[in-house]
């Protein structure tokens, strides 16, 4: 930086070299909001929507891939006859994923984000009208596969749950920290295909997942095999109970996004006008 | 909200329609004739990269109150609390361990912040000298 040729000139400083005839002032709000208030606004009133029917919302996040969809058609099978269960798939492009869980005999809603990565809560407000929510107990939401985006985005739902297969890198939950830091339950799959490869390793992806703070029960399944399932079965019916006792005691439960930090910032109930002395 | 089909290539540019509105609000609120400059915390572990979320406030801004305000992301620090040695330390964003007995039951003190911390707004009557 020199003297010369100007490169000193910041945008913070140029405002220095011109003396405006009339200069307007300056004045700073301190505001402390958070930035996702409307969408965690629009998410208190689809979780509302979704406690007012005692229906227990479960977000599914992964990568492409990994076997999300294969998940829900094994899970839809084996809980059917006991639960009732609606399901809302989030892809970029076709409907493909719903017509998956329509063809095993339960209602599926297809969102089409076009290019937006996730879901966000506006985008499930109008697909929660296409569900008959007092004939529900369960209502999955595959979200948009995709490790970074929808762990930043609560849509209304209860609990998050991370899928992370084998046939990827069992260092995951180190390189996404903010999706994997987000589970309230880390299911590794595609664990039939573990004989076949040699540098998956389950408790290393579990030593990445407890580095990152996080207390969520792992559990390792295959939706091919059935191997492991049913562990993941009475989580969810055991959620599902627990669910239909916390809406009668009127309560809710909020999946873990954006939830420690976020809450030791008390947001400023009225903006303060302060002005800024320049010049 | 309520399009289906909605043209947002990244997700900062859909966090931009919030913090725009949060921002215009503020400016309609204090009578500014234009916003100057817009300073949001962000934590590394809130999702969102300061340097994409600049580009797309520029973008959104256009047209608007805010249009040619500047930007400004004050990047916080990973902090955790232990339960088990109750001894506060700086973190990583994958590795949230204690750095003094390296236990997991830590609890993130900031690091994921995602807040409009401040608007600089220019009134519209001059200043007087």
New interface residues.
Partial sequence: MCNTCGCNVT?GNRHLLFTAP??????????????????DAHAEQNRARLDAQGVLAINLMSSPGSGKTALLEATIQRLKDSLNIGVIEGDLETENDADRIRAQGVPAHQ????????L?A??LG?ALDHFDLSKLDLLFIENVGNL??P???DLGHHRNVTLLSVTEGDDK???Y???F?AADLMLITKIDLLPHLDDFSPERAEL?Q??????APVFNLSSRSGQGMEAWLEWLQHEVAEHKQRVKNGQTLRPRV?Q???S??D?ASQ?R?RP?VRV | ??G????????EL??C???L??VIA?AR??Q???V?RVI?NI?P????EPLLLESAFSVSCEGTLAEGA?LVTALQAIR?YCDVCGLESEAT?????CRHCGD????????????????????????RH
């Avoid at chain 1, 009339?22 to 969408?39: F, I, M, R, Y």
């Avoid at chain 1, 407890?210 to 207390?215: G, M, P, V, Y």
């Avoid at chain 2, 289906?4 to 997700?11: A, E, I, K, N, S």
């Fill in positions: 945008s009339a200069q307007k002032p300056v004045s700073a709000v301190t505001v402390l909001s958070n930035l996702l208030k409307h969408n969102i089409t984000t076009g290019t937006a990565c996730h966000d506006h985008l109008p970074v985006c762990a930043s985005f939950p180190a390189k920290p903010v999706m830091r990445c407890r580095k990152l703070a996080s207390s954006q420690d930090g976020q030791l910032h947001p903006p006008f800024v | 909200m309520s289906l089909h909605r043209t947002q290539p990244v997700h859909s966090l329609q919030d913090l509105e949060q503020i609120a204090h500014a004739e234009k100057v949001v934590g572990l809130a999702g969102v500047e955790v964003a994958s590795d949230l361990s997991f039951a830590t609890r993130l003190l900031s690091g994921d912040e995602l807040i409009l911390a401040r608007v600089e707004l220019e009134s519209v009557e001059e200043v």
